[in-house]
């Protein structure tokens, strides 16, 4: 009879060890993933330790040496003329040492393990060569491709702006045009005028304006093409006959030195980053400009409405504000003010910026 505790004891050995089935096939499935040194290495280590081994044990093992005819004594005998024995001398011929196979055998052995090293340095040589070559391709390609992509970029640049131009160009000639054939300047410089001529004026100020204005947002990232607008509307007189409302206009960072804009209407304009430096806005309309960072300095902007406008950042040293307008004006600190003389009469300044300037 079987013993009933033994059975348990065999069933649970037998349960344990069926538990550690999964890990014995991925512990064979490791091995079997594992990468094998080359046979090649390793017999030639192992013929390596051998030769070692030998050479240190011949002494013991075998001190006579070893091999063919290793340890053969030979006799000679000297008679007398009786034919007597008087002298007999032994002579042992020495067996071939492990350093004598090793005389002979280390030749070839170092060659081949020479020729199997250079193999291999050739090997790898050929590898390094190859991943080299590979490195250089790819780096070719990204060189390559890199060069396309800057090329076209710089053609996308050229063409936009060289339509940028065009659409300048075709500006200014389609205003030229409207005001030279319609003698809209002529009509508006009159005293006097027909209700046909106010409304010929009018026309002509509300056409000026919209393609002004959709110029200046077309060219809202070229400053430079901004001022070429804006002093082409000067110096064609345009501003000036026909005081035209530019509210809304996107001049940000244009560069507008000395340019003189008395009495325009600039409401609601963006004016961030221009440079007015020493420009004239005498009585200009200015509700809610934005004049974050602007340059103002040496601008004139006596009488100005400046109602809400904002000048965070903005530098105004030396500014002129005699009789304007400051009702609910921002600023920040690093907004920069000039001296209080030169807000003579200026209206609604807020609290807190008369104690800025000493004003309170």
Known sequence: MCDPTGRQQGHYQLVQNGGNVGNVDDEARMQKLTPRPERGKVFIVVALVAIVAVMILNPWISPGGSGIQGGESLSTIEKDKQGSIIKRSYKVEQGKTAWDWLSLLGVPITLAILGYALQRIQQQKAADDLELQSNKSAADAKLLSDKIEADAKLQRAKAEESEKEEVLQLYIDRLSELLIEKLSLAIATKEVKSEQEKHLVESAQAIVRARTLSVLQRFSDDPNRKESVIRFLIESFILDKLKIDLGGANLAGASLVAVSLEKIDLSLANLSGVNLFGSNLTEAVLIA??????????????????????FAGAKLKNATLINADLYNVSWDEQTSWPPKENLAGAKNIPTDLKRKLGLA
């Open 289 to 310: 400009t934005n004049f974050t960072e602007a340059r103002l300095i040496y601008t004139t902007l006596d009488g100005a409405d400046l109602t809400s406008a904002k």
